[in-house]
């Protein structure tokens, strides 16, 4: 008869479980956990114990997950996030109540476009909190997961991780931005003489590293933008397209009224149609 693992469960040995298989290493989740190493060294051998399994083998870089653990971290990070949720909204939630800090990784599209307006209505709710808003790097879905980041907002990203969960917030169209005396006139342009000109685009990381947005969206009409400047700084981008003739797809979200030296395009298919392009922001 298989062992009903459940039976005289510590369940705080699953909490435990959770930060060592987030760290991969024994120091930085005793640090988390708030325990010495000698005690999670305990409950590490309790777990192996209970589960009559190693759970985790040592590398030079910490520790491996062996499959039993990693079967076991997809059937218990939904229940035990699920729970601190429901036990959280147990108390009475204000925001002016909360201090400390609370990072939020944002896509550089995004960041650019609202940051500031964001953490303007951010600091008035939770005016004693240290808000850290953070361009979205590879890195930032690993730090959700382990909870040094508290909330990820990009773009339409693959997330088929079982120990975060996320959820469609909205829909961006794009725009493209030129400087204000670009040799295209007017404020409407057709994807045709789009496609003459050179390209400049943010990096995204998990959404655009291998293929731009312009390069998704000119694809669809079977043309082939030229990208010459990639970078993940919007400063970067905006300051070039300032003193070129590159064009720099961008959020519709960008209020170009505090850029009087650059101009938004609309665009215009073959039939004179308006393209909106739009993507979900997933949060």
């Known amino acids: 008869?298989?062992?009903?693992?459940?039976?005289?469960?510590?369940?705080?040995?699953?909490?435990?479980?959770?930060?060592?298989?987030?760290?991969?290493?024994?120091?930085?989740?005793?640090?988390?956990?708030?325990?010495?190493?000698?005690?999670?060294?305990?409950?590490?051998?309790?777990?192996?114990d209970h589960f009559h399994d190693p759970l985790f083998v040592k590398v030079p870089k910490g520790l491996n997950p062996t499959p039993f653990a990693n079967e076991l971290?997809?059937?218990?990070?939904?229940?035990?996030e699920k729970l601190a949720n429901n036990l959280n909204s147990l108390n009475d939630f204000s925001p002016s109540d909360l201090q400390g800090r609370m990072t939020i990784a944002?896509?550089?599209?995004?960041?650019?476009?609202?940051?500031?307006?964001?953490?303007?209505?951010?600091?008035?709710?939770?005016?004693?909190?240290?808000?850290?808003?953070?361009?979205?790097?590879?890195?930032?879905?690993?730090?959700?997961?382990?909870?040094?980041?508290?909330?990820?907002?990009?773009?339409?990203?693959?997330?088929?991780?079982?120990?975060?969960?996320?959820?469609?917030?909205?829909?961006?169209?794009?725009?493209?931005?030129?400087?204000?005396?670009?040799?295209?006139?007017?404020?409407?342009?057709s994807v045709k003489t789009l496609s003459m000109y050179p390209v400049a685009a943010l990096i995204v990381a998990d959404w655009n590293t291998r293929k731009t947005f312009a390069e998704k969206v000119f694809g669809e009409f079977a043309l082939i933008p030229?990208?010459?400047?990639?970078?993940?700084?919007p400063s970067v981008v905006l300051e070039t397209i300032a003193r070129t003739d590159l064009i720099f797809p961008h959020s519709g979200l960008f209020d170009i009224t505090r850029y009087p030296h650059l101009k938004a395009l609309t665009v215009w298919d073959r039939q004179g149609e308006s393209v909106n392009a739009h993507f979900s922001l997933a949060a």
């Open 1 to 48: 008869m298989a062992k009903q693992f459940y039976n005289n469960l510590d369940l705080n040995l699953l909490r435990t479980f959770q930060v060592i298989y987030q760290e991969k290493n024994l120091k930085r989740a005793s640090l988390r956990l708030h325990v010495s190493a000698p005690a999670l060294s305990k409950s590490l051998t309790r777990l192996r």
């Open 73 to 80: 971290a997809d059937s218990i990070s939904p229940t035990l």
């Open 106 to 189: 944002i896509s550089p599209f995004m960041l650019q476009a609202i940051g500031t307006d964001l953490f303007s209505i951010l600091h008035e709710e939770a005016p004693d909190i240290q808000w850290h808003l953070v361009n979205w790097s590879k890195t930032s879905l690993e730090d959700i997961a382990k909870g040094d980041i508290k909330l990820g907002i990009n773009y339409d990203i693959d997330l088929s991780r079982k120990d975060i969960s996320s959820r469609k917030i909205t829909q961006d169209r794009f725009q493209i931005i030129v400087r204000k005396d670009h040799p295209i006139a007017g404020n409407k342009v």
């Open 226 to 233: 030229k990208v010459v400047l990639r970078s993940e700084l």
